[in-house]
T-cell receptor, first 111, second 115 residues
Framework: SQQGEEDPQALSIQEGENATMNCSYK?????LQWYRQNSGRGLVHLIL?????REKHSGRLRVTLDTSKKSSSLLITASRAADTASYFC???????????FGAGTTVTVRA | KAGVTQTPRYLIKTRGQQVTLSCSPI?????VSWYQQTPGQGLQFLFE???????NKGNFPGRFSGRQFSNSRSEMNVSTLELGDSALYLC??????????????FGPGTRLTVL
């Protein structure tokens, strides 16, 4: 079963715009991770945020975590065509340390 | 460093057959995890191996099995294939610890089609 659920399912934006996607989960977590996948290929790890952290940055990516609301968001600033991909959040529960992926958000960046 | 490699990249089998997929982790990585990705069920955790021992397991039937060798290379086996086993099988490696606590590096996957 999937612990995380992303919203929206799909997103289409113009190059240069920001893209925001959200992830909600159900149980307490050890950490939450975001991954990118291009066209059914392997996943690329983007950011890991631990349950005691509230915000992390990596280049044009900003991730927030609100454990009281059991939600996280991923912001991609100044999007580029190369950002076109599916983005997944994955939660790691405190009791079993398995990655549980959401269904993903498909992002299309138009030139 | 070379990335995670998976072989074969594509595979076509028929129902009832069995299949073995291989994964070579990044040099120095001791943890290998396997995932199944399908359009219907999404990405699901299969199992994780560390130092030749299965450390964690997902909710898959016993037809799915795996092992890890002393050089950290891993194989997964699916016996008595069913149509629903058609999927992209992804392998990921990490340096230490439990897979969920460390950055995982994914391979390109093996696309299995069961006819």
């Amino acid at each position: 079963s999937q612990q995380g659920e992303e919203d929206p399912q799909a997103l289409s934006i113009q190059e240069g715009e920001n893209a925001t996607m959200n992830c909600s989960y159900k149980t307490s977590i050890n950490n939450l991770q975001w991954y990118r996948q291009n066209s059914g290929r392997g996943l690329v790890h983007l950011i890991l945020i631990r349950s005691n952290e509230r915000e992390k940055h990596s280049g044009r990516l900003r991730v927030t975590l609100d454990t009281s609301k059991k939600s996280s968001s991923l912001l991609i600033t100044a999007s580029r065509a190369a950002d076109t991909a599916s983005y997944f959040c994955a939660t790691v529960r405190s009791n079993d340390y398995k990655l549980s992926f959401g269904a993903g958000t498909t992002v299309t960046v138009r030139a | 460093k070379a990335g995670v490699t998976q072989t074969p990249r594509y595979l076509i089998k028929t129902r009832g057959q069995q299949v073995t997929l291989s994964c070579s982790p990044i040099s120095g990585h001791r943890s290998v995890s396997w995932y199944q990705q399908t359009p219907g069920q999404g990405l699901q955790f299969l199992f994780e191996y560390f130092s030749e021992t299965q450390r964690n397991k997902g909710n898959f039937p016993g037809r799915f099995s795996g092992r890890q060798f002393s050089n950290s290379r891993s194989e997964m086996n699916v016996s008595t294939l069913e149509l629903g086993d058609s999927a992209l099988y992804l392998c990921a490696s990490s340096f230490s610890g439990l897979a969920g606590t460390d950055t995982q590096y994914f391979g390109p996957g093996t696309r299995l089609t069961v006819l």
